[in-house]
């Protein structure tokens, strides 16, 4: 499996952007390799992003491990205060 961060270079939320800041310059900073999937380039990211978050309205960033979903924000940051993010993270 590979860890997904699905994301939005097309946004006009800066807490979207911060958002997505961190949880890329986490995972760089610990060496956890990722694959960045731009939901505004593709509407059928977008969708695949929807579908494995169980959530129609779901916004960037969202998380997976493979067809796994992992969380999104809150959940990413909860794991890191808990230090449990490899769990989180299913790695």
């Known amino acids: 499996m ?3 961060v699905f994301f939005t270079s097309v946004s006009s939320s800066v807490q ?3 958002n997505q800041d961190r949880i890329f310059s986490v995972l760089e900073s610990k060496k956890i390799p990722f ?3 731009d939901i505004s380039q593709k ?3 977008k969708d695949l992003m929807r579908k494995i978050a169980k959530n129609p309205t779901a916004l960037p960033p969202q998380i997976c491990n493979g067809d796994v979903y ?3 924000i809150d959940a ?3 794991a890191i205060e808990a230090e449990q993010l490899e769990a989180f993270l299913k790695l």
């Open 2 to 4: 590979s860890l997904k």
């Open 16 to 18: 979207i952007k911060k």
């Open 35 to 37: 694959k960045a999937v």
């Open 76 to 78: 990413f940051e909860n």
């Open 43 to 45: 509407a059928e990211d």
């Open 70 to 72: 992992c969380g999104d």
